[in-house]
């Protein structure tokens, strides 16, 4: 018999995104998605332009299934600070403690990217092309 390299039952998989989502929103303030451009520095490695945040609500999600779905504090993105490329994002909690890193795609059939923002253009690098004063459309990051 061949095992999977690493198999959870349903209720492990639920219970592993409370923990995630209750871990997220303990601290003073609310978690926060930073949009960033350059080249991502490594996981939890300061770097990159910071191109606009997007304050999550709090809690900062809810867990569907076997999905943590993270959601903004208000229906308006917020504005873009720099232009750029959104290449990459990083998560961090309502503490201020890195949380983790994902690649940044526009909304497009396959891609792999861990988020996605709808409604704009690719760059040059996959990423999204943001605009100083320009709002952000709604973002969605979907945790597994």
Same mark, same amino acid.
């Given at each position: 018999?061949?095992?999977?390299?690493?198999?959870?039952?349903?209720?492990?998989?639920?219970?592993?995104?409370?923990?995630?989502?209750?871990?997220?929103? &303990?601290?003073?303030?609310?978690?926060?998605?930073?949009?960033?451009?350059?080249?991502?520095?490594? &996981?939890?490695?300061?770097?990159?332009?910071?191109?606009?945040?997007?304050?999550?609500?709090?809690?900062?999600?809810?867990?569907?299934?076997?999905?943590?779905?993270?959601?903004?504090?208000?229906?308006?993105?917020?504005? @873009?600070?720099?232009?750029?490329?959104?290449?990459?994002?990083?998560? @961090?909690?309502?503490?201020?403690?890195?949380?983790?890193?994902?690649? @940044?795609? @526009?909304?497009?059939?396959?891609?792999?990217?861990?988020?996605?923002?709808?409604?704009?253009? &690719?760059?040059?690098?996959?990423?999204?092309?943001?605009?100083?004063?320009?709002?952000?459309?709604?973002?969605?990051?979907?945790?597994?």
């Amino acid at each position: 018999m061949s095992a999977a390299a690493l198999a959870l039952a349903p209720a492990l998989v639920t219970a592993r995104l409370q923990g995630m989502l209750a871990w997220q929103d &303990a601290g003073s303030s609310n978690a926060r998605i930073e949009l960033m451009g350059d080249t991502w520095p490594g &996981a939890g490695v300061p770097g990159g332009t910071l191109l606009a945040t997007i304050t999550l609500a709090s809690p900062c999600g809810s867990v569907q299934g076997d999905v943590l779905l993270l959601s903004s504090s208000t229906s308006e993105g917020p504005a @873009v600070a720099v232009s750029g490329e959104a290449r990459w994002a990083r998560l @961090v909690t309502a503490d201020g403690l890195w949380a983790l890193d994902c690649a @940044v795609a @526009v909304d497009a059939e396959g891609s792999t990217a861990g988020l996605l923002i709808a409604g704009t253009q &690719a760059g040059p690098n996959g990423g999204a092309l943001l605009y100083k004063g320009g709002r952000l459309p709604p973002v969605e990051l979907a945790l597994r």
